[in-house]
T-cell receptor, first 111, second 115 residues
Framework: LAKTTQPISMDSYEGQEVNITCSHNNIATNDYITWYQQFPSQGPRFIIQGYKTKVTNEVASLFIPADRKSSTLSLPRVSLSDTAVYYCLVGVPFNDYKLSFGAGTTVTVRA | SAVISQKPSRDICQRGTSLTIQCQVDSQVTMMFWYRQQPGQSLTLIATANQGSEATYESGFVIDKFPISRPNLTFSTLTVSNMSPEDSSIYLC????????????FGSGTRLTVV
């Protein structure tokens, strides 16, 4: 599985947009990029998945440049409840079922 | 998406004893996964459990220490055997959503403290 690199932590304030960039220089042709969110005392929760360009859902947007060597998770107008650890994973859905979690990015949202 | 019920949610156990963690899914799934998350750390895959076959363990994890059962397509158990304080962690089970495009669903975890 492709190795990923993310910032260890990020601070933000309520109402701001938070952008977390993940580097995956060795991403393979068939790999997808998936982001998970984990609150304290809970299991990770799927946020968004994409292959190229831009994907948007009700929670976040995922921007993937043409070379796919990085991706950016964008959380619009964060609130205190968005304080969590965010993990970026790379692999092929169903084939690479061994999810490999990196250290993740701890996002702290302040009032 | 699948709903996972994991029991117990937490436990405090004496060293040398064993604890069995249950994972119940509200739909049939081919593979179930067991993870460990040590305090302040990321998740590490322990093993993959397929119904009707032996579980597949990752490097550093052995069946004698973490026996797994998978009696049907909606249920699995993970036992942490002969526990020591180093086994204090959160243990989570996970399943893959059917289409693959919605990632994996995780249980809320079992917080284990060994004293």
């Amino acid at each position: 599985l492709a190795k990923t690199t993310q910032p260890i932590s990020m601070d933000s304030y309520e109402g701001q947009e938070v952008n977390i960039t993940c580097s995956h220089n060795n991403i393979a042709t068939n790999d997808y990029i998936t982001w998970y969110q984990q609150f304290p005392s809970q299991g990770p929760r799927f946020i968004i998945q994409g292959y190229k360009t831009k994907v948007t859902n009700e929670v976040a947007s995922l921007f993937i440049p043409a070379d796919r060597k990085s991706s950016t998770l964008s959380l619009p107008r964060v609130s205190l409840s968005d304080t969590a650890v965010y993990y970026c994973l790379v692999g092929v859905p169903f084939n690479d079922y061994k999810l490999s979690f990196g250290a993740g990015t701890t996002v702290t949202v302040r009032a | 998406s699948a709903v996972i019920s994991q029991k117990p949610s937490r436990d405090i156990c004496q060293r040398g004893t064993s604890l069995t963690i249950q994972c119940q899914v509200d739909s049939q799934v081919t593979m179930m996964f067991w993870y460990r998350q040590q305090p302040g750390q990321s998740l590490t895959l322990i093993a993959t459990a397929n119904q009707g076959s032996e579980a597949t363990y990752e490097s550093g994890f052995v069946i004698d220490k973490f026996p797994i059962s998978r009696p049907n397509l909606t249920f699995s158990t993970l036992t942490v055997s002969n526990m020591s304080p180093e086994d204090s962690s959160i243990y989570l089970c996970s399943v893959e959503e059917g289409s693959g495009g919605n990632g994996y669903t995780f249980g809320s975890g079992t917080r284990l403290t060994v004293v």
